[in-house]
């Protein structure tokens, strides 16, 4: 109903154009091209089977590495920031700037390139190494702490330097990289025209292709399949940087022998959705939603309430 409502052109858009959008009830999953990842999640692609598909495999997807997304998003914050600046009557002018390589500004950097800066190196530091993503530390760049990762910080405080500049970094990305970034995400668009050429839609492995759909534009549905817990063993971060005292420290400081203690009780997770990702080739919205509808018929998952105690 929404889809059928929104779809077409957007008048504050002018990269956007109509076409037809036909939501079918009743549709055949025989008639339809739908490829599978070999990690696709077997439950999910059972069920497929079951209303009629005829999967087959699809190849590797071309990868995806900076989209330029960090300019507009910056471009689109200060849009928002400038009006609301006026609606309160605020000067900008007295604003400080924020630091170059706070916030995101590793991240829109770090997807540039061979041509990526401080700031770049930065946040991509934070976001691969594990000693980095811990501490959050700016590197080079010079960015606030907490900037690594991606630029959404980890300090936990919501006015944190990192989260208030999380969308201004794109302001200092130097035009070549931008336009590098737009070339670069027109030839996963063209990568991936070829690899559909042959598929209405097709169901990602474990990683979803996520950051690819975000570049190429390919619409996605997302279906529960099952109820389980979360991986555990996630915990342990801060058993590697969140003492905070070094080594040396702790041989140099004499400490008596611990007494053993019993092991912790293991922490029980309640059982969350576990989703897959059904991928449609370019404005095929509705034949994704409508295999969503065929699926949700099958199947009772999307029906499931948490237990409210």
């Excluded at 302001?171 to 668009?189: G, K, M, P």
Aim: aromatic residues 8%; contains cysteine; proline residues 8%.
């Amino acid at each position: 109903m929404v889809f059928n409502t929104i779809h077409g052109v957007d008048p504050k858009d002018p990269s956007t154009v109509t076409t037809p959008f036909q939501f079918d009830r009743t549709i055949k999953l025989s008639s339809l091209r739908i490829g599978v990842d070999s990690g696709a999640p077997k439950e999910f692609v059972d069920v497929l089977r079951e209303l009629g598909a005829v999967p087959k495999e699809i190849g590797a997807r071309p990868s995806a590495a900076g989209g330029g997304f960090g300019a507009e998003s910056a471009a689109a914050f200060d849009f928002y920031v400038q009006a609301k600046a006026k609606e309160f009557g605020v000067d900008l002018a007295t604003l400080p700037e924020p630091a170059r390589g706070g916030g995101a500004g590793g991240r829109a950097g770090g997807g540039a390139g061979g041509g990526a800066g401080a700031a770049g190196r930065a946040g991509t530091a934070g976001a691969t190494d594990p000693a980095g993503a811990a501490t959050g530390r700016a590197g080079a760049g010079g960015g606030a702490p907490g900037a690594g990762g991606g630029g959404r910080g980890n300090s936990g405080r919501a006015t944190s330097m990192a989260d208030l500049t999380r969308w201004t970094g794109g302001r200092f990305q130097r035009a070549f990289e931008f336009v590098q970034q737009q070339r670069r995400r027109q030839i996963l668009i063209t990568q991936m025209a070829e690899l559909l050429k042959d598929f209405d839609m097709y169901v990602p492995g474990g990683g979803y292709d996520v950051g690819l759909h975000a570049q190429t534009g390919h619409p996605c549905v997302v279906l529960p399949y099952k109820f389980d817990s979360p991986p555990t063993g996630g915990g342990g971060g801060r058993g590697a940087g969140g003492g905070g005292r070094s080594a040396g420290a702790a041989a140099a400081t004499p400490t008596p022998t611990p007494t053993p203690t019993p092991s912790p009780t293991p922490v029980v997770y309640n059982k969350q959705p576990i989703c897959a990702v059904l991928a449609g080739n370019l404005y095929n919205d509705d034949k994704i939603l409508s295999v969503a509808h065929q699926y949700q018929l099958r199947t009772a998952w999307h029906k499931e309430r948490p237990a409210l105690a």
